[in-house]
């Protein structure tokens, strides 16, 4: 029993330290492919900028917090007026929470695979609608 515990409690280690290695690895190199938007949040006046990808559902503009490393998130929900550059056009959105039968109908449609979930860690996703603003 005891080798048992030890190789469970291994295992999870390695798991975690894979997680860690991923999303560090995600972080740092910020990837992108064809339908990805560089989002810029605003922290104490101070411009971040972040690469995503964008979900386009229904003819509106959303992104998603898929990661542990959410910064980006906390920061667009404490100043929801963002820049986003998408598609070689900067403008600015307004960035509002998604949540209830929009933010099911999201997490529905735009799943990820059980390969990314596994080496994400599985987090929460949450949504925000990207709405432009004049």
């Given amino acids: 029993m005891k080798i ?19 999303e560090s690895w995600l972080g740092y190199s910020q990837p992108t492919n064809p ?6 949040t605003f922290d104490d006046q101070e411009a971040k900028d972040r690469v995503l990808s964008a979900v386009n559902n229904d003819g509106k503009l959303y992104v998603s917090a ?7 998130y906390r920061q667009a929900l404490s100043n929801p007026k963002v820049e986003v550059n998408y598609k070689g056009e900067t403008n600015s ?6 949540e209830g039968k929009e933010h099911d109908k999201l ?19 949450y949504f925000l609608r990207l709405d432009l603003q004049d």
């Fill in 35 to 40: 339908n990805s938007l560089i989002i810029t």
């Fill in 93 to 98: 959105y307004l960035a509002v929470p998604v």
């Fill in 107 to 125: 997490k529905v449609e735009h799943a990820h695979p059980l390969t990314f979930r596994i080496l994400t860690g599985f987090p929460p996703r």
């Fill in 66 to 72: 898929n990661h542990w490393p959410r910064a980006w």
């Fill in 4 to 22: 048992l515990k030890i190789i469970s409690i291994g295992l999870v280690v390695v798991y975690i330290g894979l997680v860690v290695l991923f």
